[in-house]
C-alpha cells in the first residue's frame, strides 16, 4: 500500500520534524495546521510582545488563515477542500473562541460536512489559538 510523505511548498513550514501530510492509499492525513505565513512568523490576528506573549487575538482571522492553509496543503497534496472526511480541531480557549469559530466553520463547511472533533487544550507549540487535524480522500486520476 502506499504510504507516502508530502510537503507543500506554499504552506507554512511545520515547526517540528513531520511533513504537511501523509498519503496512505486513497487517504490523506495532514500534520496540525494553524495559521501562521509562509516565509515568515506572522500569525494573523496575533498580537505579541517583545517576549512573544500574546498581548490578543482575533479568532476569526485565525480561522480565515487555518483554513486557507489546510486549503493549501490539500490542494498542493492532490487532495481538495470537498475531499475532508474528518476534522479535529483544537482551540485553547473554548468559553471565549468555540461560537466564533464555530459560526465560521459552517460557512467554510456549508457544501462537504466531514465529521468533526471540537478539543480544548492549554496551549499550542506557537502562539496561536487554533490548530486543524484533518484526513481527506485523494483526488483520483483519470
Not at 457544501?111 to 472533533?117: C, G, K, L, V
Request: hydrophobic share 40%; aromatic share 8%.
Amino acid at each position: 500500500m502506499l504510504n507516502i510523505e508530502l510537503n507543500s511548498p506554499s504552506a507554512p513550514l511545520a515547526v517540528g520534524v513531520y511533513p504537511h501530510a501523509r498519503q496512505v492509499g486513497d487517504f490523506l492525513f495532514l500534520s496540525g495546521i494553524g495559521p501562521r505565513e509562509r516565509g515568515t512568523d506572522i500569525i494573523p490576528g496575533v498580537n505579541l510582545d517583545d517576549k512573544k506573549n500574546i498581548i490578543s487575538y482575533n479568532i476569526e482571522e485565525q480561522c480565515h488563515s487555518v483554513f486557507k492553509n489546510v486549503r493549501t496543503v490539500l490542494e498542493d497534496c492532490n487532495s481538495s477542500w470537498m475531499n475532508l472526511v474528518d476534522v479535529q480541531v483544537f482551540l485553547t480557549n473554548m468559553k471565549d473562541d468555540f461560537a466564533s469559530y464555530n459560526k465560521l466553520y459552517k460557512d467554510y463547511f456549508a457544501e462537504n460536512r466531514p465529521t468533526r472533533t471540537t478539543i480544548e487544550i492549554s496551549s499550542l507549540p506557537t502562539p496561536i489559538a487554533i490548530e486543524l487535524k484533518c484526513i481527506a480522500l485523494i483526488n483520483k486520476k483519470a
